[in-house]
């Protein structure tokens, strides 16, 4: 009987002994796995983080101002010096709002501009190919839209739609709001320019000069 006890006692020794080893395993397996669920929570939040920090270089980057335009100043830097013979003529970008030089084929100097609105039909640059007409001055001002400009030259319609500088008072004092525009669509259907831009051309660009507008 007593023998029978033992091996009872010894039995329920190695059952319990197998149960906590089993315990013990599991436990360590389960540990040993906790690391990899952290690294990737690590992961998923450094992920986010560069989200974040990429979303928020946009968001700085789309609310960047456009840079403004010295309008006293040349906007392509020193002037090119014209020689007989060349076949200048003036090409003007609504897309890029820019005029650029052309000797033939080659861009030789760009201007940064002003065109229309577009809005209506009343502030639209119109599109397709014109010619520097006989019309142009050092000073206007219209009583109608209450500004006026210097260094005109026409290029339709006989003194409607012109090159010249950025709108000014009647005391000929630039109207920054709009001078802060260059580069952008501003003018009720004429093209803008620096006061030098404007200037150049009203000394440098003659009669009949082709003047492509797109």
């Not at 906590?20 to 040993?32: D, L, N, Q, R």
């Not at 920090?53 to 090119?80: F, L, M, R, V």
């Not at 090409?91 to 940064?112: A, N, R």
Request: charge should be positive.
């Amino acid at each position: 009987m007593m023998k029978w006890r033992k091996y009872v006692c010894l039995l329920l020794a190695l059952s319990i002994l197998a149960v906590i080893t089993a315990g013990c395993s599991e436990s360590a397996s389960g540990s040993a796995s906790a690391p990899k669920a952290h690294d990737k929570t690590d992961q998923h939040h450094e992920k986010d983080t560069t989200a974040k920090q990429k979303t928020g270089n946009s968001n700085h980057q789309k609310s960047e101002k456009p840079k403004t335009i010295d309008w006293n100043a040349p906007s392509g830097g020193p002037y090119p010096k014209l020689k007989k013979g060349q076949d200048i003529w003036l090409d003007v970008s609504k897309k890029d709002q820019k005029v650029y030089v052309k000797d033939g084929d080659k861009t030789i100097y760009t201007m940064i501009a002003s065109t229309g609105l577009d809005k209506n039909p009343d502030t639209t640059t119109p599109t397709g190919t014109f010619h520097i007409q006989a019309e142009r001055g050092e000073w206007f001002y219209s009583p109608k839209y209450k500004e006026g400009a210097k260094y005109w030259v026409s290029w339709k319609n006989h003194g409607e739609f012109l090159f010249h500088s950025v709108p000014m008072d009647k005391n000929q004092h630039v109207i920054t709001a709009d001078a802060k525009k260059l580069g952008q669509k501003d003018s009720h259907g004429c093209i803008h320019l620096t006061v030098p831009d404007a200037k150049w051309i009203y000394d440098n660009i003659p009669y009949n000069t082709k003047v492509v507008i797109r």
